[in-house]
């Protein structure tokens, strides 16, 4: 059994959705196609997928097999592909998940640079409003986490931020600057959906937290929309101080009640459980590991 070709023609299967559209892709028959697959579950010894006459679906030793096999398949690519090359030049597509805040705000302005420093490596890059539940099926995933929250994941943190208060000054203007919290209840809350009640917390000090029910003009889960909102006057918004820091040097965002923070989050990067991380994975990290404006010290 040529076990490498076998490897890729059962993650190729699950790529192209079926046996049919794989042998397609690889330019080989159904029949090989068939009979590769069932020779690696026989050298495994264990069933990787449930085939039907419409569908396939992953076993739980396929779904963790090909989880592990991507990483694989993608070190001996770029094994060969430096071997090829005579460089140490990255080449093929890194595959990334992100929420699409952190892709418009944090991904994006890299990716120019990025490109100028690896112009044979591109970025795949899928947005999604809860990316931690997709991590397994990509190279890397750009997460936000509240603090406390523990997800079965590897992740590294790249910066810290909070969630603050801010209007801009047409809104102020007109409908005043609030001075306590308890002076939220008389403006208009543009908010991510969830609870009901606003709740501040101190930014320093052991003082008590704050709930404040405010007046909701505006919810949405969208992170653009929000900022958009509040960019335009229509109320007062809590936002991610690291993705809202160019608005606020520009002074179209005012940071309302600085004593006071609605949240405090780590933007990091989260990792398959592989025992192998590819080269390029690894250069993306690196890559991102570095100060992002805005980020909360």
């Given at each position: 059994?040529?076990?490498?070709?076998?490897?890729?023609?059962?993650?190729?299967?699950?790529?192209?959705?079926?046996?049919?559209?794989?042998?397609?892709?690889?330019?080989?028959?159904?029949?090989a196609v068939t009979r590769l697959v069932g020779d690696l579950e026989a050298h495994l010894g264990a069933r990787?997928?449930?085939?039907?006459?419409?569908?396939?679906?992953?076993?739980?030793?396929?779904?963790?097999?090909?989880?592990?096999?991507?990483?694989?398949?993608?070190?001996?690519?770029?094994?060969?592909?430096?071997?090829?090359?005579g460089t140490r030049e990255l080449q093929g597509t890194l595959r990334i998940v992100s929420a699409p805040a952190?892709?418009?705000?944090?991904?994006?302005?890299?990716?120019?640079?990025?490109?100028?420093?690896?112009?044979?490596?591109?970025?795949?890059?899928?947005?999604?409003?809860?990316?931690?539940?997709?991590?397994?099926?990509?190279?890397?995933?750009?997460?936000?986490?509240?603090?406390?929250?523990?997800?079965?994941?590897?992740?590294?943190?790249?910066?810290?931020?909070?969630?603050?208060?801010?209007?801009?000054?047409?809104?102020?203007?007109?409908?005043?600057?609030?001075?306590?919290?308890?002076?939220?209840?008389?403006?208009?809350?543009?908010?991510?959906?969830?609870?009901?009640?606003?709740?501040?917390?101190?930014?320093?000090?052991?003082?008590?937290?704050?709930?404040?029910?405010?007046?909701?003009?505006?919810?949405?889960?969208?992170?653009?929309?929000?900022?958009?909102?509040?960019?335009?006057?229509?109320?007062?918004?809590?936002?991610?101080?690291?993705?809202?820091?160019?608005?606020?040097?520009?002074?179209?965002?005012?940071?309302?009640?600085?004593?006071?923070?609605?949240?405090?989050?780590?933007?990091?990067?989260?990792?398959?459980?592989?025992?192998?991380?590819?080269?390029?994975?690894?250069?993306?990290?690196?890559?991102?590991?570095?100060?992002?404006?805005?980020?909360?010290?």
């Amino acid at each position: 059994m040529d076990r490498l070709l076998s490897m890729r023609v059962f993650q190729r299967v699950i790529d192209e959705g079926g046996f049919a559209a794989a042998a397609r892709a690889l330019a080989l028959s159904p029949a090989a196609v068939t009979r590769l697959v069932g020779d690696l579950e026989a050298h495994l010894g264990a069933r990787l997928m449930q085939r039907s006459t419409r569908s396939i679906r992953l076993t739980e030793a396929g779904r963790a097999y090909l989880e592990s096999l991507r990483a694989i398949l993608q070190g001996i690519d770029e094994a060969e592909a430096v071997a090829a090359a005579g460089t140490r030049e990255l080449q093929g597509t890194l595959r990334i998940v992100s929420a699409p805040a952190l892709a418009a705000h944090v991904l994006a302005p890299r990716i120019a640079p990025w490109r100028a420093l690896h112009p044979r490596l591109a970025l795949d890059i899928a947005t999604d409003p809860l990316p931690q539940q997709l991590v397994a099926a990509f190279d890397l995933g750009l997460l936000l986490l509240e603090d406390g929250c523990d997800l079965n994941l590897a992740v590294r943190p790249l910066a810290r931020t909070e969630t603050i208060l801010c209007a801009s000054p047409a809104y102020l203007r007109r409908a005043g600057v609030p001075g306590r919290p308890e002076a939220l209840a008389d403006h208009a809350c543009l908010r991510f959906p969830g609870a009901r009640r606003l709740r501040l917390q101190p930014r320093q000090g052991a003082a008590s937290a704050v709930e404040v029910e405010m007046p909701v003009a505006l919810q949405s889960a969208s992170f653009e929309l929000l900022c958009q909102a509040a960019l335009e006057g229509a109320g007062i918004a809590a936002l991610a101080s690291a993705l809202v820091a160019p608005q606020l040097a520009r002074g179209e965002l005012v940071r309302l009640l600085p004593a006071w923070v609605a949240g405090r989050f780590t933007i990091c990067a989260a990792l398959p459980r592989r025992t192998l991380m590819p080269a390029r994975t690894r250069a993306f990290l690196d890559f991102l590991d570095s100060p992002l404006p805005g980020a909360a010290s």
